[in-house]
């Protein structure tokens, strides 16, 4: 899975003093000393796509990161970044599963109202931590998130009436809708260029997610719960209660890990675009003595890449990039807060003609999941025990075993999407296509079941394949917006993937879920979607982002 031959070439030395020179990552086999890395990027070719000055820096923090490969810094990270894949689909998925007992003790509530509830905290969570994180940096944001969601759901445990578990419920993913759109980010600007396929692998945290959650679920909700809304006091009804206790106390235990144990370093790119180099420069430092290695970086190194950068600019007429002296007063760095937030980040993501069309395709993507998913998984536990009772065998028992079965599809799901997104002739869109496309079908022929084992079978299938989705959008997109706009980007599509999720639980107020209707508008808007992500014009493998 390793792309290390298509992102980077290697060069002999150069007596170019404006060339960032790196040693050779896989070692000096051939006594050459140092070597030049040419990291290959995703917008090389595209004249100005991106800031000429912030590109040029960017391909040298990338080549950096290159000569210090894949540590252990970049593997804690890839660890502690997982969980909040975890916390999504974790918290996606219990709503779904608590709805029905919340109905029994709740008898005139309408279930929907909690994933309305959720829809709505996912939104104002990945619009405010995904811009925010461009603003005030990554840091706080990748912590801050799993500590609202931890806080939030264990007092969600004891909520006496179905309006104060929404409120709580709005305000517990609030916290989980940021976590994607920071930590992809997080990750991605830590990791060489050769492994950002791992960014795919990291939706295995995803898939674990709904597998524990799940698991929680079977037992709590099986044997904790009332079997109908007739005569179902709370007393008799703690399953879903003793289900939210649980999981925000492991929410609070991921946190505790994030927060001190692991050490968070400010993201280089992230302070590179702020202007603040030196900072940068020593954190790779900090990173690679981490991992035992040294770094060949230098601030004169960015310099460098800015004069360079900034002379063609002028060249071409773009702009004067000449740098002027910083106000370090407090007034000046409290105004430089205020102006920071700004349209620019969000304009460069319609930089060009090429740059808009792929934005513009990546909301559209994300928008046409963000209602097909929800449609199916936030009332799939209510569809199965009707389906289940149709054939002879809807217990909570039997429903939410089905359920911790298809949560266990996910995991070789993410695995192989790790596979297909560094194949050739696939790539991150082919796999894409493919997996979103699939999904929808699995979808149509499980309402052709006709036993409960064939619609277990058709959901693994579903399950299987959703699951290679999610973990190749779920790094495309990071992969193709610039480090210095992605957590503005990630909050765009996010943003779009949860305001159209709010359209499912309104979809579902009026319509039946007890007949497959839902499923099908759900099966084609992945179908149509899959078509869709083939007309993305960028193609990161091979890649590095910058």
């Known amino acids: 899975m390793n792309s290390t031959s298509s992102s980077l070439t290697r060069d002999p030395p150069s007596t170019d003093s404006k060339v960032a020179a790196f040693k050779d990552p896989m070692g000096d086999v051939e006594g050459k000393g140092v070597e030049i890395l040419k990291v290959h990027d995703i917008y090389e070719g595209e004249a100005y796509a991106v800031d000429p000055v912030y590109h040029a820096k960017a391909t040298v923090l990338n080549a950096a990161f290159q000569e210090i490969g894949m540590g252990k810094y970049q593997w804690f990270l890839f ?275 090429k740059i808009a069309y792929s934005t513009s395709l990546l909301v559209i993507l994300w928008a046409l999941i963000g209602l097909a998913y929800p449609l199916y998984n936030g009332f799939v536990t209510v569809f199965l025990q009707t389906r289940g009772a149709d054939f002879g065998d809807g217990s909570l028992y039997i429903t939410y075993r089905n359920q911790v079965i298809l949560s266990i599809m996910g995991i070789p799901g993410a695995l192989l999407a790790g596979w297909m997104v560094e194949r050739r002739y696939l790539g991150r869109k082919g796999t894409l296509a493919v997996s979103t496309a699939l999904t929808g079908v699995f979808l149509f022929a499980s309402t052709t079941a006709r036993t409960s084992d064939a619609l277990l079978g058709w959901n693994c299938g579903y399950t299987f394949t959703n699951n290679v989705m999610y973990g190749t959008l779920y790094a495309l997109s990071p992969e193709i917006f610039p480090a210095k706009d992605r957590g503005t980007g990630n909050a765009l599509v996010a943003a779009a993937n949860r305001i159209f999720g709010v359209m499912a639980p309104i979809i579902a107020l009026y319509a039946d879920l007890t007949t497959p209707v839902p499923i099908y508008v759900s099966g084609t808007l992945f179908v149509v979607a899959g078509f869709i992500a083939l007309l993305l014009p960028f193609e990161p493998r091979g890649r590095a982002s910058i």
């Open 79 to 353: 660890f502690v970044a997982g969980f909040g894949w975890f916390a999504d689909n974790a918290w996606l998925c219990l709503t779904g599963l608590i709805i029905n007992p919340v109905i029994n003790e709740f008898p005139t509530f309408k279930g929907p109202f909690l994933i309305l509830a959720q829809s709505i905290g996912l939104v104002v969570g990945a619009v405010f931590w995904g811009v925010g994180c461009d603003v005030w940096g990554r840091k706080w944001s990748f912590n801050l998130t799993l500590l609202i969601n931890a806080v939030f759901a264990l007092a969600a445990g004891g909520a006496p009436n179905p309006i104060a578990l929404c409120v709580l419920i709005s305000m517990w993913n609030l916290g989980v809708g940021g976590n994607l759109p920071v930590d992809s980010a997080v990750f991605l600007e830590f990791v060489p260029g050769s492994h950002q396929w791992l960014l795919t692998v990291l939706s295995i945290w995803w898939a674990i997610g709904q597998l524990v959650t799940s698991l929680l679920a079977w037992p709590f909700i099986a044997n904790f719960s009332c079997a109908s809304a007739d005569d179902c006091p709370r007393s008799s009804n703690q399953g879903w209660r003793y289900l939210l206790w649980t999981l925000g106390g492991i929410m609070m235990v991921l946190f505790i890990i994030r927060f001190f144990v692991f050490h968070m370093y400010e993201s280089p790119k992230y302070l590179m675009g702020r202007g603040r180099d030196a900072e940068a420069v020593e954190i790779v430092h900090a990173i690679a003595k981490y991992n035992g290695k040294t770094s060949s970086l230098t601030l004169e190194m960015l310099k460098d890449a800015e004069d360079v950068a900034g002379e063609k600019a002028i060249e071409h007429g773009e702009k004067d990039v000449k740098p002027s002296a910083m106000d370090t007063s407090a007034k000046a760095a409290m105004m430089r807060k205020l102006s920071s937030l700004n349209m620019d980040h969000l304009k460069a993501l319609f930089a060009t003609r």
